[in-house]
T-cell receptor, first 113, second 113 residues
Framework: DTEVTQTPKHLVMGMTNKKSLKCEQH?????MYWYKQKAKKPPELMFV???????INESVPSRFSPECPNSSLLNLHLHALQPEDSALYLC????????????FGSGTQLSVL | DQQVKQNSPSLSVQEGRISILNCDYT??????FLWYKKYPAEGPTFLIS?????DKNEDGRFTVFLNKSAKHLSLHIVPSQPGDSAVYFC????????????FGTGTRLQVTL
């Protein structure tokens, strides 16, 4: 199994809603990532978890709250988002120390109204 | 400040010919470079990488060349196939920041029959 599965594929939410994005991998990878990608822009790193501990937070606003319940799961909790947060949110995983071979999920396309 | 730049947003090549995708970087601390390929509605997939101690790395139809003095790398695809049509992202990382990849803006390659 070489897949990273993200749900939902599409999400529309209002600025007062609370929602969560989910990511799952069963490759035994111990590093997991959240990236954000706006249209015609490169993916931007948001968070990195290493061995289920948050190791990198790229100064992301607190309305984005990551969670790593176990080594296979990664969540991104969303609350009070702004329209400018509309983007494709990509989850990725890698073997610790093999950051180059990131395995990406197909992403969640988020629209904030 | 875009540290990794792909100045050609799109490229069209005939099937069987060579595709050359270019990437420039400004951060002299970058010492590892990667190419990812992205199909619509899918996450990016790792294609090929090169360390700064090398100037060429080859994998089948794909070759990456690195010119450190010019801070330039290129991806050659020979021969190009219709299935190569995708968006190609160049990415780079600096020693000691293994989890942080900086992506370029991408080049959309169209291989025509």
């Amino acid at each position: 199994d070489t897949e990273v599965t993200q749900t939902p594929k599409h999400l529309v939410m209002g600025m007062t809603n609370k929602k969560s994005l989910k990511c799952e991998q069963h490759m035994g990878h111990r590093a997991m990532y959240w990236y954000k990608q706006k249209a015609k822009k490169p993916p931007e790193l948001m968070f990195v978890y290493s061995y289920e501990k948050l190791s990198i937070n790229e100064s992301v606003p607190s309305r984005f709250s990551p969670e790593c319940p176990n080594s296979s799961l990664l969540n991104l909790h969303l609350h009070a988002l702004q329209p400018e947060d509309s983007a494709l949110y990509l989850c990725a995983s890698s073997q610790e120390g093999s950051y180059e071979k990131l395995f990406f999920g197909s992403g969640t396309q988020l629209s904030v109204l | 400040d875009q540290q990794v730049k792909q100045n050609s947003p799109s490229l069209s090549v005939q099937e069987g010919r060579i595709s050359i995708l270019n990437c420039d970087y400004t951060n002299s601390m970058f010492d590892y470079f990667l190419w990812y390929k992205k199909y619509p509605a899918e996450g990016p997939t790792f294609l090929i990488s090169i360390s700064s101690i090398k100037d060429k790395n080859e994998d089948g139809r794909f070759t990456v060349f690195l010119n450190k003095s010019a801070k330039h790398l290129s991806l050659h695809i020979v021969p190009s196939q219709p299935g190569d049509s995708a968006v190609y992202f160049c990415a780079a990382s600096a020693h000691g920041t293994a989890s942080k990849l900086t992506f370029g803006t991408g080049t959309r390659l169209q291989v025509t029959l």
